[in-house]
């Protein structure tokens, strides 16, 4: 078997050494179709589809195809985290779902011998009916229209369901058949002789895995059943609304893909005049940290040395917490505030206590030689 250097792989699917993702993938799932043995019968379309599968694996994935490509150029090879020229030049049309399922780190040169991947691609023409996932939107509130409550319209960019497929992705009745590339499988066998290891099987790039493809795609949303739109909508948020808390409105998020169901529309609130954040958030945990050493020190007689000590994260946590518009905020902020507080106290409380004790230790130490004088 031919090695790893003399395999052109840009030759064995047919596309130039500077193709995008999208035409090689085009070009796989074309030659994929044509070679797969269950439709070509010569003797040697088995061999000719492994290796088509076997090209595909290492030139759809950025990281190994760079490595690929240092090595037929005889360069170093390209750090795992560096872009290849050529790479994916913005996802997949019908959507970008994760990695590549290919050599997930399979071993050198395409990276450690970390075993395959599990995140998936979904192919433009896939058949993978899924949920649409929820849209969520910051939606700012003044203290009086989270009082009184509010309707607030919104602009929000989702996927609603192909007005041309209705959002089956198929133009035709029959919307699925098996997948031609993995015969419905879900998997390809990809040869891996090259390493000494024989076949291991990857998710079939086409269906994404769930054996089943549009038969007849809609040229409106390539196949998904969603198109990607700018939507408008009115969120009214009930009287004694406070920040942080969420409206929900069925069926207004994103659309799922080849029919399945829409997600919702989740509107939180942003209450100026109620959150905490920023520097006031730092005074009050400041202030929660000297507390303790001011008040343990009192009661053990070195209140002067720590009140020197405390003295300037004192003065900065007030002026963070003074600074932050205190006059026009809620008895929400300060609560919150005061949760902040408890929470640097209690993380200092314990610093507190061993630093009170070394330091009323080591006082009676430095005057027990006095006190017979």
Same mark, same amino acid.
């Given at each position: 078997?031919?090695?790893?250097?003399?395999?052109?792989?840009?030759?064995?699917?047919?596309?130039?050494?500077?193709?995008?993702?999208?035409?090689?993938?085009?070009?796989?799932?074309?030659k994929a179709r044509k070679?797969?043995?269950?439709v070509n019968k010569e003797?040697?379309?088995?061999?000719r589809f492994k290796e088509?599968?076997?090209?595909?694996?290492?030139?759809?994935?950025?990281?190994?195809?760079?490595?690929?490509?240092? %090595?037929?150029?005889?360069?170093?090879?390209?750090?795992?985290?560096?872009?290849?020229?050529?790479?994916?030049?913005?996802?997949?049309?019908?959507?970008?779902?994760?990695?590549?399922?290919?050599?997930?780190?399979?071993?050198?040169?395409?990276?450690?011998?970390?075993?395959?991947?599990?995140? $998936?691609?979904?192919?433009?023409?896939?058949?993978? *009916?899924?949920?649409?996932?929820?849209?969520?939107?910051?939606?700012?509130?003044?203290?009086?229209?989270?009082?009184?409550?509010?309707?607030?319209?919104?602009?929000?960019?989702?996927?609603? *369901?192909?007005?041309?497929?209705?959002?089956?992705?198929?133009?035709?009745?029959?919307?699925?058949?098996?997948?031609?590339?993995?015969?419905?499988?879900?998997?390809?066998?990809?040869?891996?002789?090259?390493?000494? %290891?024989?076949?291991?099987?990857?998710?079939?790039?086409?269906?994404?895995?769930?054996?089943?493809?549009?038969?007849?795609?809609?040229?409106?949303?390539?196949?998904?059943?969603?198109?990607?739109?700018?939507?408008?909508?009115?969120?009214?948020?009930?009287?004694?609304?406070?920040?942080?808390?969420?409206?929900?409105?069925?069926?207004?998020?994103?659309?799922?893909?080849?029919?399945?169901?829409?997600?919702?529309?989740?509107?939180?609130?942003?209450?100026?005049?109620?959150?905490?954040?920023?520097?006031?958030?730092?005074?009050?945990?400041?202030?929660?940290?000297?507390?303790?050493?001011?008040?343990?020190?009192?009661?053990?007689?070195?209140?002067?040395?720590?009140?020197?000590?405390?003295?300037?994260?004192?003065?900065?946590?007030?002026?963070?917490?003074?600074?932050?518009?205190?006059?026009? $905020?809620?008895?929400?902020?300060?609560?919150?505030?005061?949760?902040?507080?408890?929470?640097?106290?209690?993380?200092?409380?314990?610093?507190?206590?061993?630093?009170?004790?070394?330091?009323?230790?080591?006082?009676?130490?430095?005057?027990?030689?006095? $006190?017979?004088?």
């Amino acid at each position: 078997m031919a090695g790893m250097n003399d395999k052109d792989y840009y030759a064995i699917l047919g596309v130039d050494k500077d193709a995008s993702a999208k035409d090689i993938q085009k070009a796989f799932q074309q030659k994929a179709r044509k070679l797969h043995p269950d439709v070509n019968k010569e003797p040697d379309a088995e061999e000719r589809f492994k290796e088509v599968s076997e090209a595909y694996a290492v030139l759809s994935d950025e990281q190994k195809r760079a490595r690929y490509d240092a %090595m037929r150029s005889g360069s170093p090879f390209v750090s795992a985290g560096s872009p290849s020229a050529g790479g994916y030049p913005g996802g997949y049309p019908g959507g970008y779902q994760g990695g590549y399922t290919g050599f997930g780190g399979f071993g050198f040169p395409f990276g450690g011998m970390g075993g395959f991947g599990t995140q $998936r691609r979904r192919g433009a023409s896939a058949y993978n *009916p899924s949920t649409g996932a929820d849209v969520i939107v910051e939606v700012k509130l003044s203290r009086d229209q989270a009082k009184d409550g509010a309707k607030v319209a919104v602009k929000y960019p989702r996927y609603e *369901p192909c007005d041309n497929c209705h959002g089956s992705g198929s133009v035709a009745s029959e919307h699925h058949r098996a997948c031609p590339t993995c015969g419905g499988t879900g998997a390809i066998a990809v040869d891996l002789g090259m390493f000494g %290891m024989g076949q291991a099987r990857m998710v079939c790039p086409e269906c994404g895995g769930s054996g089943k493809v549009v038969a007849d795609p809609c040229p409106v949303c390539g196949g998904e059943g969603r198109t990607r739109v700018q939507a408008e909508a009115v969120v009214e948020f009930p009287a004694g609304t406070h920040d942080g808390d969420v409206v929900r409105i069925k069926a207004r998020g994103n659309a799922g893909t080849n029919g399945g169901e829409t997600g919702d529309l989740v509107g939180r609130a942003h209450v100026a005049a109620e959150r905490l954040e920023g520097r006031a958030q730092s005074g009050f945990y400041m202030l929660g940290l000297v507390l303790p050493f001011l008040v343990l020190s009192a009661f053990s007689g070195t209140f002067s040395m720590f009140l020197m000590l405390c003295l300037l994260p004192l003065v900065m946590g007030i002026f963070m917490i003074v600074s932050d518009d205190v006059l026009h $905020r809620s008895g929400l902020w300060w609560k919150r505030g005061l949760q902040v507080l408890a929470n640097g106290a209690a993380n200092g409380l314990v610093f507190a206590m061993i630093a009170v004790w070394f330091s009323s230790c080591t006082q009676a130490v430095f005057l027990a030689p006095y $006190r017979f004088m």
